[in-house]
């Protein structure tokens, strides 16, 4: 891959993070999914790069757009939601993809209840990002950029 094409980001929002803005804003924010998503695209443009984004409520939709991901997405960035605590299709399918990944979460999982201190996706990501709110996804942008340009000037110095 050379770091001239230009990369492209899939941004996978899991179930109820359609609310946004209006679901508990005392946890979440009063940010819309649509400023989560206008706040991803303007930091993956700012390193070049495209970015698709996909929120569905349902675990298979979240599935089936991992498995399309190789040969469209360079890297993805997930909040899996409540799916990061009850899912483990969700970490399978990223796995089997072999792209890099960044589980964000709006909030910090871990000052909330106990069932929400574990992430089945954690331990198949290369980062995570939590407690942030929709900086959160900037600095996912941020880190995947860095890592695989980085890897790309890396190859093209060998």
């Known amino acids: 891959m050379t770091a001239s094409r230009t990369r492209n980001l899939l941004i996978l929002n899991g179930p109820n993070l359609n ?3 209006t679901r508990e804003p005392g946890i979440y924010g009063t940010e819309t999914l ?3 998503e206008a706040l991803a695209l303007d930091a993956a443009e700012s390193h070049g ?3 698709d984004c996909i929120q569905s ?4 939709d979240l599935i089936d757009a991992i498995h399309g991901a190789p040969g469209l997405a360079d890297a993805i960035i997930i909040n899996p939601a409540a799916y990061s605590h009850t899912s483990v299709a969700i970490p399978d399918a990223l796995s089997g ?13 871990h000052r909330r209840e106990e069932f929400r201190h574990h992430s089945y996706v954690s331990a198949v990501a290369d980062a995570v990002i939590c407690g942030a709110g929709i900086a959160g996804y900037k600095m996912a942008v941020d880190y995947l950029a860095a ?3 980085g890897e790309a000037q890396a190859e093209a110095r060998a």
Do not use: A, F, K, Q
């Not at 409520?57 to 298979?60: T, V």
């Not at 993809?97 to 999982?109: A, D, T």
């Open 19 to 21: 609310l946004l803005g």
């Open 34 to 36: 649509d400023d989560v």
């Open 49 to 51: 790069w495209t970015v």
């Open 57 to 60: 409520n349902h675990e298979g």
């Open 97 to 109: 993809v072999g792209l890099p990944v960044v589980e964000v979460h709006l909030s910090n999982i």
């Open 147 to 149: 890592r695989l340009d």
